[in-house]
């Protein structure tokens, strides 16, 4: 096709907090302004903005993306906000390839925001409302419900253990103790998650990300900007997005097609015919300790139902044969939602670039993949980044 | 259009209430902290300024939005007078009914600031302001302040 | 890269204060129906990728992008929200295009505002909510501090403003989809309910219902549907601060940047002479003419005389919001920039019937996104 | 990236906001709606307040959706006629929940679930809640049926249907 080439140049993070004293303003201000030192840009370097942000019932602020702009950086640019839920972090730096692939702009800032603390008596309660208006909120459904039934079926699916699925928590949020950002690092066993209170059977309180307020940006640049600016850019190589049914009940929710088919987008644009071959670091989302095993398999890193093998015999450890979520993952660094999404891929263009410090995986990785999903348990976004 | 059948009797019409049914407590930030405080305990104002951009800023930024500059440590107090830079008489509340009173509303450009504050005129008749107008700062008593922008009472002209 | 991108389809409702009879998907369903007609493609195997636009407080349902596909035949396709205004949506479409990598995309918005009970209060979210939303004010106050800054430093008059209501509202009388059609002179408006002084309450657009769909296409595939395309020239979009503290209140610079942007791609020098006609924001009757001027149709201070002087009446040297606007069609949110958009199509297709007007080849549509925003699009159209 | 370098944002304890530490403001915002249902959803509604559950079918796919839609989002075409289902279906999947919708903890568990609903295409279910059942006796694939609120408590909701209870 000729795309042009786009690359990413630079990133930063704040520390992901339970509750943070700055704005979202503030956060996204700290995030992006670390971006753009890293790769040594100014804002006058800038020519648009992107701004991923989830749910405005968290921050309680409509409007969101416009009362984070200038924060952002966008004062007096060209500045979009583009969303699909859960999926939104990883769709931020798509949003920014297309900004640049399509030759109008030549560097966009990425940042991708939450502040969930604003929200009382509980975040969870802003989560009501993302069920259907006029059939499902009389039910006063929890969030936690809708993973509860679907991590059920694909328990049921495959004839899987929570066992195996605790393995995923223990991993990653021993992996984020090695991440300075990390809220919920810990070094625990899987008996701790297995006896860590129940919220909505089969999921336990260690199955389930935290929430959190935070920020993460990065800097993406055509070629020619990306090679002057770095000697190491990072190639968004594939991007791919996919948004299912609305009628979540009339799915087969144990397994994730959408995020195969946004897999088989970005495959198709990165000329990648053997994922497990060809992938050397993944960084799938995993908001709940099972997400990282469906999207493993969505992703068709894996058969179906096989993920959990995987996790049990190590290949997903960091100096496993596919490092699995080596940032520590929602699970461990935490979840302000947009964030947390632009975090992964955040992580991977460290790993390619051999700047992950403690977290870098062995092995000097060429390629790697970042994920999300979202909704009501229906989009899933896909970038492919090499080195 | 588009679907097959359309409801053609009013009494089958149907709607669902709803609400968004959460609360929300806001930090102030890392700027609003400090500005909020010295308004409290020292009733004064006080901005940032960007000294590469030239702009002080009222309500403080921890940034500037022009340059990206880190403003944190650029602090510095500006007057409590200043000038009506525009006005409006709202008629109407939140509801969208009438309100008893219109109620002045204006930005204000302290002195020293090139942010402008957004805030209410008392003491003044409609038809007596106009942009350009001299006010002042009317804070609560020190006791009855919370750390809000309703910590000002509204601002009022200051005689000439 | 194709080198240009067109619009190949276009679909609405009609705009009604309410639509009792059908749900926000039906609404929808009925907008795409008519795009794909329009277009004559079939989304489910013709259609790459869609955009939709909309914001979650407004639909009352947090992560709204959830329940877009299936009514706009995207289940299982490439589709994201923006949350923003209609033409900025319309900019995603046209960049995901521009790539390469998509040759057909369609782009959605929509208002279910007569599903809000309390407008204003959800409105006032947008505020600050440490430094502006304690006051507890109306946000249309944002617009009243504006136009008294905007007429002060344009010596624009509130008659002038008062002219643009009568205008755009009985251009609404020649555009059967419109809500608002009404048969009023400068005076009514002046002489109307105060609302935010210098507004008067029919200086403020109405809320409508409606829902629009544009399909875009690259050229390739434009010229193998064998209908006649109208040619995106440029698309350009923008925001000044968020903050009311630190941005431009005399003028529209997000306006202005956004123009420049679209004229650069356009490669549009001189607007008032290479543009024909423009459908621009009129969310407050003031804000045609602050854009207008934003825009370089008219220079600063000269849009009120000019409206004054008839030169943007339908008959006029350089016609402006000859749908009705959003005073006349009816405020409808995130989709205001794609009605404006339709009108364009329309009028270059010369499918405008009583409201065409003769002998145009370029057209501009403009969208603000309203209080609190210094957020705005534009986009250039043409036969050509 | 470096791993030893600082990284900006103020972690703020709960302490640190229940003791006054640092300043707060609150806002209860004021956001209600009432959503046309439309014509699907508006006669499914009136339909629950007759005890009834009605689907709509699509012929060319010849799937019989629930909840109806006018559209169907396979064929994006409009739907063609309606079907009256059952109200009795199948488990598709269910949970145990502890929690209400706050997050705050409930001492008896609801029993979300998924159910298939009888007289539709396979694998088309609603969200609704189980009852009359001790969450240890539920089985994935169990028949259940809807316990309905007596006819004149039914308001055309989906609340009409207490419950669906395995028979």
């Not at chain 3, 039906?26 to 909309?54: G, H, N, Q, W």
């Amino acid at each position: 096709m000729g795309l042009r080439r786009v690359a990413v140049v630079g990133a930063g993070m704040t520390k992901f907090m339970r509750r943070a004293l700055e704005t979202g303003r503030e956060l996204s201000w700290q995030a992006a302004s670390m971006a753009l030192d890293s790769c040594e840009m100014t804002l006058d370097d800038i020519d648009g903005v992107v701004i991923g942000t989830a749910p405005d019932a968290f921050d309680g602020v409509h409007m969101k993306g416009e009362y984070l702009s200038d924060g952002c950086g966008a004062w007096q640019k060209p500045v979009m906000r583009g969303y699909v839920g859960g999926g939104t972090g990883v769709f931020s730096p798509i949003q920014g390839w297309y900004h640049v692939a399509s030759g109008l702009f030549d560097v966009v800032l990425v940042v991708g925001e939450e502040k969930m603390s604003s929200c009382h008596p509980h975040p969870q309660g802003a989560f009501l409302t993302i069920f259907d208006n006029l059939l499902e909120r009389q039910l006063e459904p929890n969030l936690i419900w809708i993973f509860a039934l679907e991590m059920h079926r694909y328990m049921t699916a495959y004839g899987l253990s929570k066992r195996d699925i605790a393995l995923v928590s223990v991993k990653n949020k021993r992996n984020a103790l090695d991440h300075p950002c990390a809220q919920v690092a810990e070094d625990i066993t899987v008996d701790d998650v297995l006896n860590s209170e129940v919220m909505v059977w089969p999921v336990n309180r260690l199955d389930v990300s935290p929430v959190s307020d935070g920020a993460v940006a990065m800097v993406l640049a055509a070629e020619h900007v990306a090679k002057r600016v770095t000697d190491k850019p990072v190639w968004i190589d594939g991007v791919g997005w996919h948004l299912d049914t609305a009628y979540w009940t009339n799915r087969d929710v144990s397994y994730p097609k959408y995020v195969e088919y946004a897999a088989r987008m970005a495959y198709r644009m990165a000329g990648i015919t053997e994922p497990r071959k060809q992938i050397n670091v993944v960084e799938p989302y995993d908001p709940f300790s099972y997400k990282e095993l469906h999207h493993l398999e969505g992703l068709l890193l894996c058969g179906k139902g096989e993920a959990p093998q995987l996790t049990v015999d190590g290949v997903t450890q960091r100096n496993g044969d596919l490092p699995v979520c080596p940032s520590g993952g929602l699970l461990g660094v935490g979840n302000p939602i947009a964030a947390a999404g632009l975090m992964k891929v955040a992580e991977i263009f460290w790993q390619l670039r051999g700047e992950a410090g403690k977290r870098q995986v062995p092995g000097k990785p060429i390629t790697g993949l970042a994920q999300a999903w979202g909704d009501l348990m229906q989009v899933g976004t896909v970038v492919v980044l090499r080195i | 259009m588009g679907s097959p059948e359309q409801i053609s009797q009013v009494e089958d019409i149907r709607y669902v209430y709803g609400e968004i049914p959460v609360n929300y407590a806001y930090t102030l930030g890392v700027a609003g902290e400090r500005f909020f405080r010295e308004i409290m305990e020292k009733g004064r104002f006080m901005g940032t300024r960007c000294p590469q951009c030239e702009y002080t800023y009222l309500p403080p930024r921890l940034y500037c939005e022009r340059c990206f500059a880190g403003l944190d440590d650029q602090w510095v107090e500006v007057g409590s007078r200043g000038t009506v830079e525009a006005f409006t008489v709202a008629h109407l509340d939140l509801d969208g009914q009438p309100l008893a009173e219109p109620q002045l509303l204006a930005l204000v450009r302290l002195e020293g600031a090139d942010g402008l504050l957004v805030h209410r005129l008392g003491q003044i008749e409609a038809e007596d302001v106009d942009i350009g107008l001299l006010v002042r700062a009317v804070f609560r008593p020190r006791r009855q302040r919370k750390g809000s922008i309703l910590d000002i009472r509204y601002f009022r002209p200051v005689a000439s | 890269m194709p080198d240009r991108v067109a619009i190949v389809g276009v679909g609405h409702t009609q705009f009604r204060a309410t639509s009792p009879g059908v749900s926000y998907k039906e609404l929808m369903f009925e907008a795409a129906t008519k795009a794909y007609a329009d277009a004559d493609l079939d989304p489910r195997r013709d259609i790459d990728s869609f955009v939709c636009c909309s914001e979650d407080f407004t639909e009352g349902t947090s992560i709204f992008d959830e329940y877009v596909p299936d009514q706009i035949g995207a289940a299982l396709r490439p589709v994201h929200t923006i949350s923003g205004d209609g033409l900025q949506g319309l900019a995603a479409a046209y960049m995901q295009i521009l790539t390469g990598a998509f040759e057909v995309v369609a782009v959605e918005a929509h208002s279910k505002a007569s599903n809000i009970l309390t407008p204003h209060h959800v409105l006032a979210l947008a505020l600050d909510p440490i430094f502006v939303r304690p006051l507890g004010a109306h946000p249309h106050f944002v617009a009243g501090l504006e136009m008294s800054r905007y007429l002060a430093e344009s010596g624009t008059s509130r008659e002038q403003c008062g002219q643009v209501v009568a205008k755009n509202r009985g251009n609404a009388l020649f555009n059967d989809a419109a809500a608002y059609a009404a048969d009023l002179e400068a005076e009514d408006v002046l002489e109307g309910e105060p609302a935010f002084w210098p507004l008067s309450r029919l200086d403020i657009s109405a809320p409508a219902d409606g829902a629009v769909v544009v399909v875009l296409a690259s050229e390739a595939r434009a010229r193998a549907l064998g209908i006649e395309p109208v040619w995106i020239l440029g698309a350009g979009w923008c925001s000044d601060s968020i903050a009311l503290d630190s941005r431009e209140w005399g003028t529209a610079v997000y306006a202005r940047l956004a123009a420049q942007q679209a004229y650069r791609q356009a490669g549009i020098g001189s607007p008032s002479r290479e543009i024909d006609f423009a459908e621009v924001d009129d969310t407050f009757s003031y804000k045609e003419l602050q854009h207008l001027e934003a825009l370089g149709v008219f220079g600063p201070g000269q849009a009120g005389e000019a409206t004054e002087e008839g030169a943007t009446q339908l008959d006029g040297e350089f016609p402006v919001n000859p749908s009705g606007g959003s005073l006349g069609v009816g405020h409808l949110g995130e989709a205001n920039g794609l009605q404006k958009v339709v009108e364009v199509v329309r009028q270059l297709r010369e499918e405008a019937g009583p409201r065409q007007i003769p002998d145009v080849e370029v057209g501009l549509a403009q969208s603000w996104r309203g209080v609190p925003t210094a957020t705005g699009a534009v986009v250039i159209l043409s036969r050509e | 990236m470096t791993a030893d370098r600082e990284y900006p944002g103020t972690p703020l304890s709960d302490s640190d906001v229940s003791q006054g530490k640092v300043l707060i403001v609150e806002a209860d915002p004021n956001a209600r709606y009432a959503w046309d249902a439309g014509i699907a959803i508006g006669r499914f509604l009136a339909e629950l307040k007759k005890g009834r559950i009605v689907g709509r079918r699509c012929h060319r796919c010849r799937r019989t959706m629930v909840p109806p839609r006018m559209f169907c989002e396979q064929c994006f075409r409009p739907t063609d006629e309606w079907v009256y289902l059952k109200d009795s279906g199948r488990v598709n999947t269910y949970s145990v929940s502890y929690l209400r919708w706050d997050a705050s903890r409930v001492e008896e568990p609801t029993i979300p679930a998924v159910i298939e609903i009888d007289g539709a295409s396979k694998g088309m279910g609603i969200m609704h809640l189980l009852g009359g059942v001790k969450p240890e006796d539920v089985q994935m694939g169990m028949r259940v049926r809807a316990v309905w609120k007596p006819a004149r408590q039914r308001e055309g909701s989906i609340l009409d249907i207490r419950y669906f209870r395995p028979y």
